[in-house]
């Protein structure tokens, strides 16, 4: 997946389609509404940040060693050509993606979440 260059442009439109959404589709017309909204975003942006940042500083890749070495060894379609020791050759799930994309989703969700506290806070004191 390549990152979007310019994160703020992106936030920018996060925030554009979120309120062309709550004008289009919300029920009632109310700041409630739209941090209701803005919560889901948020949410959807920081599960998938924390779940990559997880996967990224290699939390499962002892578990992925292990289950291919498990299976390679022990694995009754074996094809005798290919090397016992191709599973070694196979990327981690620590290596599948960049840093950049962990940071861009943890950003997104960090600026969105900022941006709904300070709804509230308007919405709680007014």
Same mark, same amino acid.
């Given at each position: ?8 442009g992106f936030? %920018?439109?996060?925030?554009? *389609?979120?309120? &062309? /959404? =709550?004008l289009? =589709? +919300? !029920?009632a @017309?109310s ?6 909204? &803005?919560?889901y975003?948020?949410?959807f /942006?920081?599960?998938? #940040? &924390?779940i990559?940042w997880? $996967?990224?500083?290699?939390? =499962?890749?002892?578990v992925?060693? +292990?289950f291919?070495?498990? +299976?390679s060894?022990?694995g009754?379609?074996?094809?005798y050509?290919?090397?016992?020791d191709?599973?070694?050759?196979? !990327?981690? !799930?620590s @290596?599948? =993606?960049?840093?950049n994309?962990v940071?861009f989703f943890?950003? @997104? #969700? %960090?600026?969105?979440l *900022?941006?709904?506290?300070?709804l &509230? $806070?308007? /919405?709680?004191m #007014?």
């Amino acid at each position: 997946m390549k990152v979007v260059r310019n994160k703020w442009g992106f936030l %920018a439109t996060n925030f554009t *389609a979120l309120v &062309l /959404y =709550f004008l289009i =589709f +919300s !029920p009632a @017309q109310s700041m409630l509404h739209f941090i209701d909204l &803005l919560f889901y975003l948020c949410f959807f /942006y920081l599960f998938i #940040g &924390l779940i990559l940042w997880i $996967v990224k500083g290699g939390f =499962f890749d002892a578990v992925t060693y +292990s289950f291919r070495k498990t +299976s390679s060894k022990i694995g009754k379609n074996k094809d005798y050509m290919e090397d016992i020791d191709d599973f070694e050759e196979k !990327p981690l !799930p620590s @290596q599948l =993606f960049n840093r950049n994309v962990v940071r861009f989703f943890l950003f @997104q #969700g %960090a600026f969105l979440l *900022a941006g709904m506290f300070f709804l &509230l $806070v308007i /919405y709680y004191m #007014g």
